[in-house]
């Protein structure tokens, strides 16, 4: 059984950063797609970045390529989100998870729905 954890997250001004994080448990750890999605108040969630955890290839959303940086430690079974240049509409609460099957092949955070096991969510706020 995978489960996860996240930490991190926080209150920063506006270009600011923050680091979030995921632990995962669980032995189908080493090929699998991790993502970070994000959802705000009245609004759906949205992918924002995955990353195959044995490949290491990532993707990213428009709206956050170029500031954000996902990366995962394969020694610790972790993945963890850096996010630099913050702006208020950053502001959600982020959540991980992971897909189960397929392993690298399109890991993308475009559909929520093929991502199986989350965690249960760490708050991000950026004020302005």
């Known amino acids: 059984r995978v489960e996860i954890k996240e930490s991190g997250g926080g209150s920063v001004q506006a270009g600011g950063s923050l680091r979030v994080a995921c632990a995962v448990s669980?032995?189908?750890?080493?090929?699998?797609?991790m993502g970070w999605f994000r959802q705000a108040p009245g609004k759906e969630r949205e992918g924002v970045a995955a990353i195959a955890t044995g490949t290491g290839d990532t993707s990213y959303a428009d709206s956050v390529k170029g500031r954000f940086t996902i990366s995962r430690d394969n020694a610790e079974n972790t993945v963890s989100l850096q996010m630099n240049g913050l702006k208020p509409e950053d502001t959600a609460m982020y959540y991980c998870?992971?897909?189960?099957?397929?392993?690298?092949?399109?890991?993308?955070?475009?559909?929520?729905?093929?991502?199986?096991?989350w965690g249960q969510g760490t708050q991000v706020t950026v004020s302005s």
């Open positions: 669980g032995s189908t750890y080493s090929s699998i797609c």
């Open positions: 998870a992971a897909r189960l099957y397929g392993g690298s092949y399109y890991c993308r955070p475009d559909e929520t729905t093929d991502f199986g096991v």
